[in-house]
C-alpha cells in the first residue's frame, strides 16, 4: 500500500523558521515526484512545487517561488517543505502528493499538516 | 480564484444522479487530462477519477467523468449519504508547468 506520513501539526510565531516532512513507504520513493499542495479556505488548492527525488530536481510555482524551499532525503524516503520566515498568511494545511508521471495525476496524498502562523 | 471553475455547491436527494462542472482553458482541460478529487470533511483529497474517466480501485461505478475541449463534468449516479463531500476537478496546465485546481463544488445530500 502507498503512504505518504506527514509531520503534525505546527503552531508558529511570524518570522520563525518552520520544516515539515512527508515520507513516503510502499512504492519505489525515487521514481515518483513529490508535489507539495497548500490548501487555504479562501483560495482553495494551490500547487506550490514539486521535486524529483532521484536527483533532487525541483520545480516551484510562481506564486511560491522564493517563499519556500523543497528538499528530499531518499535514503530516508522524506521530503521536505520549509520556511525561513514564517508570515500569518502561511496559516494553512499542507498536503503532499505522489505524481504519477504517465498521466500527470497526483495519486496518493498525505494526511496534511496544518500550519498556525499567529503572534 | 481559481483557475479552473465549479459551481460552488450541488445537491440532490439519495438515488438521485448529479453532475458538477469544470469549466478551463486551452492550456489545461483542452491540453491534458482532467483529475477528480472527493475530499471528506478533516480528510485529504482522495483520487475518485483520473485521466477524465478512469475510477481507480476501489472507486464505485457510481462515480463518472467525462470531458469535452475546455470543460469536463464529474457525474455522480444513485447519491448516498456518505457522498457529502467537497469535489475538486485538476488537470496540469501547459502555461504555468504546473497544476491548477478547481475551487471546489460542495455537494449536499438533502
Known amino acids: 500500500e502507498v503512504l505518504l506520513v506527514q509531520s503534525g501539526s505546527e503552531v508558529k510565531r511570524p518570522g520563525e523558521s518552520l520544516k515539515i516532512s512527508c515520507e513516503g513507504s510502499g512504492y519505489s520513493f525515487t521514481n515518483y515526484l513529490i508535489v507539495w499542495v497548500r490548501q487555504t479556505p479562501g483560495i482553495g488548492l494551490e500547487w506550490m512545487g514539486f521535486i524529483y527525488p532521484v536527483d533532487s530536481d525541483t520545480t516551484y510555482s510562481p506564486s511560491f517561488q522564493g517563499q519556500v524551499t523543497i528538499s528530499v532525503d531518499k535514503s530516508i524516503s522524506t521530503a521536505y517543505l520549509q520556511w525561513s520566515s514564517l508570515k500569518a498568511s502561511d496559516t494553512a494545511m499542507y498536503y503532499c502528493?505522489?505524481?504519477?508521471?504517465?498521466?500527470?495525476?497526483?495519486?496518493?496524498w498525505g494526511q496534511g499538516t496544518l500550519v498556525t502562523v499567529s503572534s | 480564484q481559481s483557475v479552473l471553475t465549479q459551481p460552488p455547491s450541488a445537491s440532490g436527494t439519495p438515488g438521485q444522479r448529479v453532475t458538477i462542472s469544470c469549466s478551463g482553458s486551452s492550456s489545461n482541460i483542452a491540453s491534458n487530462t482532467v483529475n477528480w478529487y472527493q475530499q471528506l470533511p478533516g480528510t485529504a483529497p482522495k483520487l475518485l477519477i483520473s485521466s477524465n474517466n478512469q475510477r481507480p480501485s476501489g472507486v464505485p461505478d457510481r462515480f463518472s467523468g467525462s470531458k469535452s475541449g475546455t470543460s469536463a463534468s464529474l457525474a455522480i449516479s444513485g447519491l448516498q449519504s456518505d457522498d457529502e463531500a467537497d469535489y475538486y476537478c485538476a488537470a496540469w496546465d501547459d502555461s504555468l508547468n504546473g497544476w491548477v485546481f478547481g475551487g471546489g463544488t460542495k455537494l449536499t445530500v438533502l
Open positions: 502528493a505522489r505524481h504519477i508521471t504517465g498521466n500527470r495525476t497526483l495519486d496518493s
